[in-house]
């Protein structure tokens, strides 16, 4: 073991215990008390029969994601089990209830060794897959010594963290060397792990967000609301920050003037925000947290509540997805308002999901906007249904053909699972 990496293993117990008390007290007041010993590597379930593979993703997108691969590699294998995991207490609110036979759902342990050890002696998977950059060198030092086959998916690495690691390329070369499999997101990543990783099977592929499955909706709650909106215009603004509701909400009161019968969707990624968001503005506003649906004098209707954004897609005719009107947060995921034939925009600023971006615009799937000229941006396409057909065509055509890509690496994964 390089010492980088006899450093971290002395270190992480040490860090951990001391965010312990932030983590419990998070759990505990999302009602997660009773699960709180997972995050030690104790299991609340019992191991199901038979071979088991282990997804793991740090929170909701990740866990969509692996979600849908799970779904996929039992489609293609039904005797295989699936076990997924994930760090917040977001992911544990959105993940179970879309779960289906043979998935189960766990707090994935804290990258200790005590943790991990517990962790892999009761689930024993048979193969252990890891999204993005959920790259714990204690949990790849323990599924080594247990002899457990690795792979890494959609491998996605920071500038700020391929610099780091290839700055300890011996380390990096113990710790990517791990897995059996790479898939890569984007040509960065790729070139860089080819270097880390030399002897691992490396794929260059989509972002697997790409192919998952759209995002769902409850049947009974959209016709309600759809009955309480009518034929009134909407617009959706998804996935908010701080910062962004300030520039949303002023084009909203903009555009109210030429149509006052516009409804504002307005959908902050932490709900928990939203007696901030309130105070924002005088218009007209509804929570939906507290049951009310839109009537006609609500003017922003404000989507405070976890997993239901497959609703907030389906009733907009136009959504501008936010984490990209101010510098610093990097953008979202855009394959969720392409899978369901969606036209959308994003402000500049997606680094975190250029290679996607660069895609869907190339096609004609989305548009830039800029965050200061947003009320004639989102004016010229509410109203134009020619062109917001054609985005959403686009946007579906890429993503069937992204499908395609996400079923090779399915098969490339079952064979790597330990008998």
Known sequence: MTLPLQLYRWLAPRLIARRLPKIEAAMAEAGFTARIPERMGHASLTRPAGRLIWLHGASVGEGLTLLDLAAALRAADPALQCLLTTGTVGAAKVIPPRLTEGLIHQFAPLDTPDAVARFLTHWRPNLAILAESEIWPNTLAALRRADTPSALVNARLSG??????????????????????IHSQDDASHDVLLTLAPEAEMLR???LKSAAAPLPADATALAALHAAIGTRPVWCAASTHKGEEELILAAHRDLLDDHPDLLLILCPRHPDRADEIMRLTDLHLSRRSTGALPDAQTQVYLADTFGEMGLWFRLARLTLLGGSLVDGIGGHNPWEPARLGAA?????????????????????????????????????LLYDDATRD???????TLVRQQAALRDALVQKLIARVKS
């Open 344 to 380: 959308f925009v994003s402000g500049p600023f997606v680094v975190n999901a250029a290679p996607d971006f660069a895609a869907l615009t190339a096609a004609g799937a989305t548009r830039m906007v800029d965050p200061n000229a947003l009320v004639d941006a989102i004016a010229d």
């Open 160 to 181: 700020s963290s391929l610099r780091l690691w290839q700055r300890l390329p011996r380390s990096a070369r113990k710790v990517f060397g791990s897995f059996g499999l």
């Open 390 to 396: 054609s985005m959403a065509q686009a946007g579906a």
């Open 205 to 207: 592929g989509e972002n």
